[in-house]
């Protein structure tokens, strides 16, 4: 088997889709515990929807068990409603 860009995630980088209530610092609140962890941030989009938030962020500087860690930090959160985590291949 090769190692084709759909077969294994790149070193490190993930997918972060988050689900949010509505606020005024809700985007900075979310950034926080990227920030504690050292993560280096790619992208991030950030965009309304009825009842609330949808944010992407793209992050690398991650193994596997932390960015699972990091998603279980961010569900903990009282204004993230769902998060999502995987990692995508460029194209």
């Known amino acids: 088997m090769t190692n084709g860009p759909f077969l294994r995630p ?3 980088q993930r997918t972060f ?3 949010a209530q509505q606020g005024a610092d809700v985007v900075l609140r979310v950034l926080g515990p990227f920030a ?3 993560v280096e941030i790619l992208t ?3 965009s309304q929807r009825i009842g609330g938030l949808s944010i992407r962020i793209e ?3 991650l193994a596997e068990a ?3 860690g990091l998603a279980n930090r961010l569900r ?3 204004s993230v409603t769902g998060v999502g985590l995987g990692w995508r ?3």
């Open 89 to 91: 291949a460029e194209a």
């Open 59 to 61: 992050a690398c500087g």
């Open 76 to 78: 903990a959160m009282p």
């Open 66 to 68: 932390a960015a699972q």
């Open 17 to 19: 889709l988050i689900e």
């Open 10 to 12: 790149p070193p490190g």
């Open 44 to 46: 991030m989009e950030a």
């Open 36 to 38: 504690v962890q050292g």
